[in-house]
């Protein structure tokens, strides 16, 4: 910290960003979804704030990890479980079209 103050990180999965849409956008976690191809980032993200998440896997991440996750016993393992997973966002728009 060469100018004495403490940083202010606002990347994901730390939550400024959504604390910001809750506050100035009225989001309302419960009815959102995250979405996102990366565990660490994204799936942890929408933990973090108590939203359900998409893992789409055409990124970053891959199922194998996400299983992995969801079967650990390790209780900071379960910051990075999705609530979905897809293959890709096509299917997502497949499935809007549904809707």
Request: net charge negative; glycine share 6%.
């Amino acid at each position: 910290m060469a100018c004495g103050r403490k940083p202010v990180i606002i990347g994901k999965p730390a939550t400024l960003m959504i604390d910001h849409l809750k506050e100035h956008f009225y989001l309302d976690v419960s009815r959102s979804v995250f979405i996102g191809d990366n565990l660490h980032t994204d799936i942890g993200l929408a933990n973090k704030c108590q939203m359900k998440s998409v893992l789409v896997l055409s990124g970053v991440s891959t199922l194998v990890e996400a299983k992995r996750y969801a079967e650990s016993t390790a209780a900071a393992d379960q910051d990075f479980v999705p609530t979905f997973y897809l293959d890709d966002m096509g299917t997502f728009y497949s499935l809007l079209l549904l809707s």
